[in-house]
C-alpha cells in the first residue's frame, strides 16, 4: 500500500485555498472541490454493487463530470469514460463488456452532484497501487473496442514523469479542452490534482475562446491535436499562444508547417506522442528542442522503456524503422478479458517507429496506416509532408486503396492552400517537391481535392473515411493535375 497520489483531499490539505478549478461559471479552491466531493460520497458509494465493480460515465466537459471523478477516485472505485457522443447501442456494449454497475448521463450527474450537508472529510486511506483507477475504451491495433484498465500504479508514474518533462512551476493553469472522455483530457486532471495546479475547464473546443481563456486566466499550458492547433494558429492575431510556457501537441502527427510557424512565432510548442495504454504521453520533446527531426518527439518518458523490433522481434539498429514497444510501470494492467500484463511485459504499440543512437523516438505510421504497394513499404506521414511541403497543398491524407496488380496503391485526399487553381501550374509545383524527396512508388496515382479533411469527434484525422473517400471519389492519375 502507498499514498493515495490523486486524492481530492490530500491536495486540499496541501493547497488549501489555492485555485484548482476554472470554469466559465465560477472559479473552485482545492478546499471548495474536496468538501463538494465529501458531500456526495454516500450517493457515489451506492452506486457500485462491490468496491471492484466500475462506474461508466458520459464524460462530458462539465464540473460535475469532474466532482463525480475526483470522488471515485477518492472513494478507489474503478471508472469507465464514454464518450458523450456515442449512441445509447455503442454505449451500452461499453457497459456490458466492463460490467459497470451503471450509466451516468448528464442528468444522472446533475443529480449526484447536487450539494447537500457536508459531512466529515474522508479520512487519508492508503491505495494499492495495482488497483485500477479507470478503464478507457480504445481500438488499440484490432479496430474493435478494448478495455484498458489503467491502475493508480500507471497514472502516478505517468504524473511523474510529464512533471520531469514539463518541469511543473506552482503557477502553472493547464487549459483543458481536450474530451475528458480521452486520456489527454483525463490525465490533465489526474496531474493537477497532484500537483497543485490549476485545470482551466472549456467545456468544448471553441478556438476564440482558447485563446480569451490564455490571455484572461493565464494559462501557461495547453494540450492540442494538430488540426486544433491549425485553427488557433489562423485566428490568433494577437498571438495570445505566446503566452503559454508549453504548447503540447500530439494525437497525430505535427506537421513540418505547423512546425515552423510555431518557430516563427517563438510558440513553446513541444511535440509529443503517447497511447491510452501508457496513459497518455510517451514522449515529449524537451524544453526549446524545436530542432528534434521533424517526425520525432524527443526522448521517452521516464515511466517506459522503448524498443523497436522486426517481425522476428529482433533489436532494430539505430535509426532502423521497426515495430515499437512499451514496458515500465507506465503501462497498463491489461485489457479486460485478456491476460494481465506486468511491468517487465512488453506492450506492442501497433507504430512503426524508430530510436536514434541518442535516443529520440520518430514515428512512422501506425501499423493499420502502413501501406504495402508490389511489396514496398509506404509511411504516409512521409508522403504527407513531402505533399505539404510543394508549398500548393495545405493540408493531406495519405491511404492505401485496394489494388488487384500491386496489393495496394498510394492515395491522397488533398486541401489546396487558398487561392491554389488546379491546372498545370499545380501539377509541377507537387511533381518537382516529390521528385526531389519521394521514391516513385511512394507517389500517390489516386486523387481526392476536398475543402477540408474528415475528422473524429477527438478532432484527430479519420483516415478510415478519408480511404473510403479516395476509393470511392478517387481519380486514377499518375501524377496530379
Known amino acids: 500500500m502507498s499514498a493515495h497520489p490523486f486524492s481530492i483531499t490530500l491536495a486540499a490539505r496541501r493547497y488549501g485555498d489555492a485555485i484548482a478549478l476554472i470554469t466559465d461559471e465560477r472559479t473552485w479552491s482545492f478546499r471548495e472541490l474536496a468538501l463538494a466531493c465529501d458531500a456526495m460520497r454516500d450517493r457515489v458509494r451506492a452506486l457500485a454493487a462491490s468496491p471492484t465493480q466500475p462506474v461508466a460515465l ?30 445509447a447501442h455503442e454505449a451500452d456494449l461499453l457497459v456490458r463488456d466492463s460490467h459497470a454497475s451503471v450509466l451516468l448521463d448528464d442528468s444522472a450527474l446533475d443529480e449526484l452532484t447536487k450539494l447537500c450537508k457536508n459531512s466529515a472529510q474522508w479520512t487519508l486511506a492508503p491505495v494499492d497501487p495495482e488497483r485500477p483507477l479507470a478503464i478507457l475504451y480504445t481500438s488499440g491495433t484490432s479496430g474493435s473496442p478494448k478495455g484498458a484498465t489503467l491502475s493508480h500504479r500507471a497514472f502516478a508514474a505517468s504524473a ?26 483525463l490525465s490533465v486532471l489526474t496531474r493537477c490534482i497532484q500537483a497543485g495546479a490549476t485545470v482551466r475547464l472549456l467545456a468544448r473546443f471553441d478556438p476564440q475562446r482558447v485563446l480569451e481563456c490564455i490571455a484572461e486566466d493565464h494559462c501557461t499550458l495547453a494540450s492540442v491535436v494538430p488540426t486544433m492547433l491549425h485553427t488557433l494558429l489562423s ?13 503540447l501537441s500530439g494525437g497525430a502527427h505535427t506537421s513540418d508547417t505547423l512546425r515552423a510557424q510555431c518557430a516563427q512565432r517563438g510558440l513553446a510548442l513541444r511535440a509529443t506522442y503517447g497511447l491510452t495504454e501508457v496513459c497518455s504521453q510517451v514522449c515529449t520533446q524537451p524544453a526549446r528542442d524545436w530542432s528534434t527531426v521533424a517526425l520525432g518527439c524527443g526522448p521517452v518518458l521516464s515511466h517506459v522503456r522503448a524498443e523497436i523490433v522486426d517481425a522476428a522481434q529482433r533489436v532494430c539498429a539505430p535509426d532502423e524503422i521497426g515495430l515499437l514497444r512499451v514496458q515500465g510501470e507506465g503501462v497498463m494492467s491489461g485489457y479486460l478479458h ?125 483516415r478510415a473515411e478519408a480511404a473510403r473517400r479516395v476509393a470511392r471519389e478517387g481519380v486514377d492519375v499518375q501524377s496530379v493535375d
Request: charged share 20%; aromatic share 6%.
Open 58 to 87: 458520459r464524460a462530458s466537459n462539465r464540473v460535475q463530470t469532474v466532482l463525480t471523478l475526483l470522488c471515485l477516485i477518492e472513494e478507489q472505485s474503478p471508472f469507465v469514460l464514454v464518450h458523450p457522443r456515442l449512441t
Open 160 to 185: 511523474r514523469a510529464s512533471a520531469e518533462r514539463l518541469r511543473w512551476a506552482p503557477q502553472d493553469r493547464w487549459l483543458l479542452c481536450l474530451p475528458l472522455c480521452h486520456i489527454g483530457g
Open 235 to 247: 485566428i490568433d492575431t494577437a498571438n495570445s499562444l505566446a503566452n503559454l510556457r508549453v504548447l
Open 338 to 462: 485478456h491476460a494481465p500484463l506486468s511491468a517487465s511485459d512488453w506492450l506492442d504499440t501497433g507504430d512503426f517507429a524508430s530510436l536514434s543512437e541518442d535516443g529520440v523516438l520518430t514515428l512512422h505510421a501506425r501499423r493499420s496506416d502502413l501501406i504495402v504497394t508490389g511489396g514496398e513499404n509506404v509511411y504516409p506521414v512521409e508522403v504527407e509532408q513531402a505533399l505539404c511541403a510543394s508549398g500548393a497543398v495545405h493540408d493531406a491524407l495519405v491511404v492505401g486503396v485496394t489494388d488487384a496488380q500491386w496489393g495496394q496503391r498510394v492515395g491522397a485526399m488533398v486541401v489546396l492552400r487558398e487561392g491554389t487553381a488546379r491546372g498545370e501550374p499545380l501539377r509541377e509545383a507537387i511533381e518537382r517537391t516529390l521528385s526531389a524527396r519521394l521514391a516513385r512508388y511512394k507517389w500517390p496515382t489516386r486523387w481526392v481535392f476536398a475543402s477540408e479533411l474528415p475528422l473524429l469527434s477527438s478532432g484527430k484525422s479519420d
